[in-house]
């Protein structure tokens, strides 16, 4: 449940940061690629009587079911001195962290993080994610 106290921290998070949403195109998708599976199982089900067409059915639900659960949750969290890169299920894939010894980059529409003189790109997919939060992103590091 979330409470006063808790959605205080949620904002103060939020507002040092920048949600990066994944691109619609893709969310509609896997909404749409899901659908048609679905229409397609259960009508073969009642053409061809086979009753696997209705567990086919019920797969066919996941990439609906990824497709909201896309919509609702951001692909990565930006700000300043940390970088939580999530997957489709919502479980953190990377998290880069800067320090005394480190920073972001904007190089060439890539965030970069060097440490100690090192470079290292950081691993997310801008052509996968809404080109509007990828940009406001960027400019955080410029």
Do not use: H
Not at 96 to 102: A, G, L
């Amino acid at each position: 449940m979330l409470n006063v106290k808790n959605m205080y921290l949620y904002l103060c998070f939020m507002t040092n940061s920048i949600p990066i949403r994944y691109k619609i195109i893709w969310t509609n998708l896997y909404i749409l690629g899901g659908v048609v599976c679905l229409f397609i199982f259960i009508v073969g089900f009642f053409v061809v009587g086979d009753f696997m067409n209705l567990f086919y059915s019920l797969a066919s639900v996941v990439p609906i079911y990824l497709g909201f659960k896309m919509k609702r949750t951001p692909y990565a969290l930006v700000s300043k001195s940390k970088i939580q890169v999530f997957g489709l299920f919502g479980a953190l894939r990377y998290e880069y962290t800067c320090d005394v010894n480190s920073r972001f980059l904007n190089v060439n529409n890539r965030i970069i993080q060097e440490v100690k003189g090192e470079a290292n790109k950081v691993n997310m997919n801008k052509w996968f994610v809404n080109q509007t939060d990828w940009r406001s992103a960027l400019n955080l590091f410029d």
